[in-house]
C-alpha cells in the first residue's frame, strides 16, 4: 500500500509541475491563473514536496538509496504516461491527478508495505 502511494505521490508530483504553466492545464482553469505568478512558485513548491513525499514513502519499504532511485523512475515513468495522454485526452492525465491526494492519504494511513 506504501508502495503505491509513493508511486502516486510521484504522479502527482508530475502534475504539478506541469501544472505551474497554466496554459497547459484544460477545463477554462488557464485564464483564471493566467498571469499570476504566486500560482507557478506554489505549484512547483508542492510539486516538490509531492517528490520528497514519494521518497519518504518509498523508504519505509526500502532501504535509502534504492527509495530515491525507486521514485525516480516513478518520476519519469509518470512524466512519460502524462506527457503522452494528456494532449489527447485530458481527462484520462488530470482526474487521477485529482484524485491522488485522498488516494495517497488513504493508501500510506494503512501502512502495509511489502515484505
Known amino acids: 500500500?506504501?508502495?503505491?502511494?509513493?508511486?502516486?505521490?510521484?504522479?502527482?508530483?508530475?502534475?504539478?509541475?506541469?501544472?505551474?504553466?497554466?496554459?497547459r492545464i484544460?477545463?477554462?482553469v488557464a485564464a483564471r491563473l493566467r498571469g499570476k505568478r504566486a500560482?507557478?512558485?506554489?505549484?512547483?513548491?508542492?510539486?516538490?514536496?509531492?517528490?520528497?513525499?514519494?521518497?519518504?514513502l518509498w523508504s519505509r519499504a526500502e532501504?535509502?538509496?534504492?527509495?530515491i532511485?525507486?521514485?525516480f523512475?516513478?518520476?519519469m515513468a509518470a512524466a512519460s504516461l502524462f506527457v503522452l495522454i494528456a494532449p489527447v485526452w485530458p481527462r484520462a492525465a488530470w482526474i487521477p491527478a485529482l484524485l491522488s491526494p485522498p488516494a495517497i492519504?488513504?493508501?500510506?494511513?494503512?501502512?502495509?508495505?511489502?515484505?
Open 39 to 56: 500560482w507557478s512558485a506554489a505549484a512547483r513548491g508542492l510539486a516538490a514536496a509531492a517528490f520528497a513525499l514519494s521518497v519518504w
Open 105 to 115: 492519504a488513504v493508501l500510506s494511513s494503512v501502512g502495509a508495505c511489502h515484505g
Open 73 to 75: 523512475t516513478a518520476l
Open 1 to 23: 500500500m506504501v508502495e503505491t502511494a509513493s508511486i502516486l505521490a510521484a504522479y502527482l508530483a508530475f502534475a504539478l509541475l506541469h501544472a505551474a504553466r497554466p496554459e
Open 26 to 28: 484544460p477545463f477554462g
Open 69 to 71: 532511485l525507486v521514485a
Open 63 to 67: 532501504a535509502g538509496p534504492s527509495a
